[in-house]
């Protein structure tokens, strides 16, 4: 099996090997949750508002339950500590808002294409957090960062 890493530049490698990166990552990937839940918590009556237009009742519980996930699962990211179930419930929330936020399968023409886009870029974002929590999981198997 070849070692794909003696093809990186040594600048990359640099990069890579520098101790701030993996928690710059962490916390990059995240960062939208974390803000959205402080302000979802600075504004609790507009966090109640936003889950009872998605119909969502009673609104205050989905609001702290929202609250809950991102500040809590972000804060499990970026801290290194159950590195899978901060990312994964960060994963299953933000599938959850995909669907029922941005059903652009029951929309069309310019809205449908926004919010067709906007859903394929939770699914990346979820794509993302997988990453991190396969990347956090092989870190742990191999005693590294």
């Not at 600048?11 to 962490?26: E, F, G, M, Y």
Request: charged fraction near 15%.
């Amino acid at each position: 099996m070849a070692d794909y890493r003696t093809e990186d530049p040594r600048w990359v490698d640099q990069i890579l090997d520098w101790k701030w990166t993996w928690l710059l990552a962490r916390t990059a990937i995240v960062g939208i949750f974390l803000v959205s839940g402080i302000l979802k918590l600075a504004d609790f009556p507009a966090a109640i508002a936003e889950q009872e237009r998605l119909g969502l009742y009673p609104g205050a519980l989905w609001a702290g339950l929202t609250v809950f996930v991102q500040i809590g699962g972000s804060l499990l990211v970026i801290a290194r500590r159950y590195v899978w179930l901060g990312a994964g419930a960060l994963g299953v929330f933000t599938a959850l808002a995909a669907i029922l936020a941005h059903g652009f399968w029951t929309m069309h023409g310019a809205a449908r294409f926004e919010a067709m886009n906007v859903f394929l870029e939770h699914l990346g974002l979820i794509g993302g957090l997988v990453t991190t929590a396969l990347v956090a999981e092989h870190a742990r198997r191999s005693g590294h960062l």
